[in-house]
Each structure stands twice: as structure tokens, then as C-alpha cells.
């Protein structure tokens, strides 16, 4: 597809969605035809069934040869921080699956490449490193019912992770904190900054959001004993997909 093709499509499908919030296009409702789309927003068939296919891919509608698509009911995530660092009733650690099922979402995660990366210059910071010394990185996509809601970078020490399965090319069974734990830097301690900047280039490609879309951005540090850094999670979250949800003891 040329570039000035995809430049429509891309506008549609903002046009569309800014619809879909601000509740022109309801719930339940049914999006205008392709025709009635062409004619509107003066564009060709081809451009509007891309941005019908980009509003499916963020399930914001359904849609299928011969009918109108449909306006779905959003879901949200539900992110809840402190269920992450601390094993449940159960002696067991939430997973990301195993929170999604609980909403009755599908979710899983695809990870990247697993290795060694020069600190950037914030993690070199956190973890008292010179500046691009080698840390490991487990880089994720994490999924619910299909979309991409989430994008996430952990960073290790090397010396923690080294011997490990955070050091292998796997999804980790428990989760990263199991194995933190067990290798005897248990977290003791776990600090989150939150800010809500626009999403980087990177990040709208990963998660298909637009110029306009911010990310709530989550830096997630895990302290073992005497405060020593041992994980920086690095997270984008899709705004409007999340709910962030915190108990914290009051003394």
C-alpha cells in the first residue's frame, strides 16, 4: 500500500475511534457501511476496510464480509501492582493469564529476545551500574483477547539473573518474582513511578495507537535485603485498558 493510502486509513480509523469514546458510536451500536464510510470521509473502499481491520485488531469492533460492523463493549484490565510482588493465599504468584481468566479475558504474553543489553541510562542509575555496563533484558508483549495492551522491559543484574531461567529464551513458570526469590534475593521491597507522557513511535506501533494516545508509563523497582535493586520493570500500558489498583498498610 503507498504512503499516502495508509495516511488515510490511519486518519479514518482516528476519526472512528474518537467516535467510538466520546459515545457517537455507542456500545452495541453499528458503525455506517463502507459505502456510507467512502462517501462521507471521500475515500476509497480500500482505505476504509483498513481502518475497519485496524479497529478490530484493538477490539473496538466487530466486524465480518456482508454485515455492519459493531461497536463492542469495552473491558478493562485490571492491574493490580501489589498482587504481583507477593504470593497469594495459596503460596502461589498471580500470573498475567491467570489474572486475565479471572475477568473472563483470554490473555497471554510474547516474549523477545532474552539477553544481555547495555544499562540504559536510568536502569545504569537504579541499579548503581556505570553508564551502558551489561544488564540482561526480558522484553514482552502482553495480550488480552487478542490485543496488545501492554508492553513491558525487565532488567536484572547479571550477576542475579545469570543461572537462572530469567537468563533463558522462556517464559518463566511463576513469574519473575518466584524465581528472584528462590535464587535468594527475595524483594523485600518495591517501589512504582507513574507518569502518563504520549506514546513513543515504538510504542504505537507495538500497542496500534495513535499520535494522539498516551500511555500510562510504569517503572516497577524490586529491593531485596539492604535495598539492593534487583529487578527494574519498565512498562507502557494502554491508557484506557488499565486500572491500576492499590492497597497500602497505613502506619
Not at 467510538?20 to 459505502?35: F, H, K, N, Q
Not at 464510510?37 to 477490539?59: D, I
Not at 517503572?219 to 520493570?233: D, F, K, M, N, Q
Given at each position: 500500500?503507498v504512503?499516502g493510502?495508509?495516511?488515510k486509513y490511519?486518519?479514518?480509523a482516528?476519526?472512528?475511534?474518537d467516535?467510538?469514546?466520546?459515545?457517537?458510536?455507542?456500545a452495541g451500536?453499528e458503525?455506517p457501511?463502507?459505502?456510507?464510510?467512502?462517501e462521507q470521509?471521500?475515500v476509497?473502499v480500500?482505505?476504509?476496510?483498513e481502518?475497519?481491520?485496524?479497529l478490530?485488531r484493538e477490539?473496538?469492533?466487530?466486524s465480518?464480509q456482508?454485515r455492519?460492523?459493531k461497536?463492542?463493549k469495552?473491558?478493562?484490565?485490571?492491574q493490580?501492582?501489589a498482587?504481583y510482588?507477593?504470593?497469594?493465599?495459596?503460596g502461589?504468584?498471580?500470573t498475567?493469564?491467570?489474572?486475565c481468566a479471572?475477568l473472563g479475558?483470554?490473555?497471554?504474553q510474547?516474549?523477545?529476545r532474552?539477553?544481555e543489553v547495555p544499562?540504559p541510562e536510568?536502569?545504569?542509575?537504579i541499579f548503581?551500574?556505570?553508564?551502558e555496563a551489561?544488564?540482561?533484558?526480558?522484553p514482552?508483549?502482553?495480550f488480552a483477547d487478542?490485543?496488545?495492551?501492554?508492553v513491558?522491559d525487565?532488567?536484572?543484574?547479571v550477576?542475579?539473573a545469570?543461572?537462572t531461567?530469567?537468563?533463558q529464551?522462556?517464559l518463566v513458570?511463576?513469574?519473575?518474582?518466584?524465581?528472584?526469590t528462590?535464587a535468594?534475593?527475595?524483594p523485600?521491597?518495591?517501589?512504582e513511578?507513574?507518569t502518563f507522557?504520549?506514546?513513543t513511535?515504538d510504542e504505537?506501533n507495538r500497542?496500534?495507537?495513535?499520535?494522539?494516545d498516551?500511555?500510562?508509563?510504569?517503572?516497577?523497582?524490586?529491593?531485596a535485603?539492604e535495598?539492593?535493586?534487583?529487578e527494574?520493570?519498565?512498562?507502557a500500558?494502554?491508557?484506557d485498558?488499565?486500572?491500576l489498583?492499590?492497597?497500602?498498610?497505613?502506619?
Amino acid at each position: 500500500m503507498v504512503r499516502g493510502e495508509e495516511l488515510k486509513y490511519v486518519q479514518l480509523a482516528n476519526t472512528l475511534r474518537d467516535g467510538i469514546r466520546d459515545g457517537t458510536y455507542p456500545a452495541g451500536s453499528e458503525l455506517p457501511t463502507v459505502t456510507e464510510l467512502r462517501e462521507q470521509h471521500r475515500v476509497t473502499v480500500v482505505t476504509v476496510q483498513e481502518a475497519l481491520k485496524m479497529l478490530k485488531r484493538e477490539g473496538l469492533i466487530d466486524s465480518a464480509q456482508g454485515r455492519r460492523s459493531k461497536v463492542l463493549k469495552e473491558r478493562q484490565i485490571l492491574q493490580r501492582s501489589a498482587s504481583y510482588v507477593a504470593p497469594g493465599p495459596d503460596g502461589k504468584w498471580l500470573t498475567w493469564k491467570q489474572q486475565c481468566a479471572e475477568l473472563g479475558i483470554d490473555g497471554w504474553q510474547e516474549l523477545g529476545r532474552v539477553g544481555e543489553v547495555p544499562a540504559p541510562e536510568e536502569i545504569a542509575t537504579i541499579f548503581g551500574l556505570e553508564p551502558e555496563a551489561p544488564v540482561l533484558v526480558r522484553p514482552r508483549v502482553m495480550f488480552a483477547d487478542g490485543e496488545p495492551v501492554e508492553v513491558v522491559d525487565s532488567y536484572y543484574p547479571v550477576e542475579v539473573a545469570s543461572g537462572t531461567p530469567l537468563a533463558q529464551q522462556r517464559l518463566v513458570s511463576g513469574g519473575s518474582i518466584k524465581v528472584l526469590t528462590e535464587a535468594g534475593y527475595a524483594p523485600v521491597d518495591c517501589t512504582e513511578e507513574l507518569t502518563f507522557p504520549l506514546a513513543t513511535q515504538d510504542e504505537r506501533n507495538r500497542l496500534n495507537l495513535s499520535v494522539e494516545d498516551r500511555v500510562v508509563r510504569m517503572v516497577r523497582t524490586l529491593s531485596a535485603a539492604e535495598g539492593r535493586p534487583v529487578e527494574v520493570h519498565v512498562a507502557a500500558l494502554k491508557a484506557d485498558r488499565h486500572r491500576l489498583t492499590y492497597r497500602l498498610p497505613v502506619h
